[in-house]
Structure formats: C-alpha cells, structure tokens
C-alpha cells in the first residue's frame, strides 16, 4: 500500500473515532459512486453530514482543510443527494463537514473539525 492510502486510511479511521465521540452516527465510510467518493457519511440529529477527511503528516504542502476548494465541496453536495437516492433515504437538512488532521511525530494526531463549510 502506498504511504498517502495508509495516511488517508489512518485519517478516516481517526476522524470516525473523533465523530462518534463527540455524538455523530457514523453510517457509512467510503461510499462510492460514478461521480466520486464521500470519505464519512454520518448523522447528527436529523441532519446528514457528509465528511470531507484530509491527512497530512506535516504542513509542507499546506493545512489540510486547505486542499478542500469551493468546487470540492459542490462535488460533495451533488455526492449527497447521490447518496440519499441510492439508499432511498430522506434527510431534512444536509450539512458538509471537514475534518483535518495532523498527524503528529509522537502523541495523538491533531484533529480539526469545521462545522458546514458551504
């Protein structure tokens, strides 16, 4: 595998853990369709989240939450209605998150969670 699959791997694997912590429903990881990938589908309420992860081991090539640009997160919106059609689910409000994490030389990873980043 890799070293940046076994990153984003450990990434998603450390932003679920974050988000059922702090009360998220995590429902799905990694679902795929012809359109993309949606890294965590979760739920807060009755709010679907859709999960936007993004690992870095250090800041040479910038913050994390960074390389999420406008058109990214359109890409997310479209995954989700995506996502609710092919498992026939209504959700009454859709929110996209991103986490960012850090992964840190030594100790526990640096997680950063930005809350509807439309």
């Given at each position: 595998?890799?070293?940046?699959?076994?990153?984003?791997l450990y990434g998603e694997r450390v932003a679920a853990?974050?988000?059922?912590?702090?009360?998220?429903a995590v429902i799905e990881r990694n679902w795929r369709c012809s359109a993309g990938e949606i890294d965590i589908v979760a739920r807060e309420g009755s709010t679907l989240v859709v999960v936007e992860v993004k690992t870095r081991s250090s800041t040479?090539?910038?913050?994390?939450a960074e390389a999420v640009t406008p058109r990214k997160i359109r890409r997310l919106r479209h995954l989700a209605f995506r996502w609710l059609a092919a498992h026939e689910v209504h959700a009454p409000s859709i929110r996209i998150d991103v986490v960012a994490i850090m992964q840190a030389t030594t100790g526990a990873p640096v997680v950063e969670h930005m809350r509807g980043v439309e």
């Amino acid at each position: 595998m890799r070293r940046t699959s076994a990153l984003g791997l450990y990434g998603e694997r450390v932003a679920a853990q974050y988000l059922e912590g702090i009360g998220l429903a995590v429902i799905e990881r990694n679902w795929r369709c012809s359109a993309g990938e949606i890294d965590i589908v979760a739920r807060e309420g009755s709010t679907l989240v859709v999960v936007e992860v993004k690992t870095r081991s250090s800041t040479a090539f910038g913050h994390p939450a960074e390389a999420v640009t406008p058109r990214k997160i359109r890409r997310l919106r479209h995954l989700a209605f995506r996502w609710l059609a092919a498992h026939e689910v209504h959700a009454p409000s859709i929110r996209i998150d991103v986490v960012a994490i850090m992964q840190a030389t030594t100790g526990a990873p640096v997680v950063e969670h930005m809350r509807g980043v439309e």
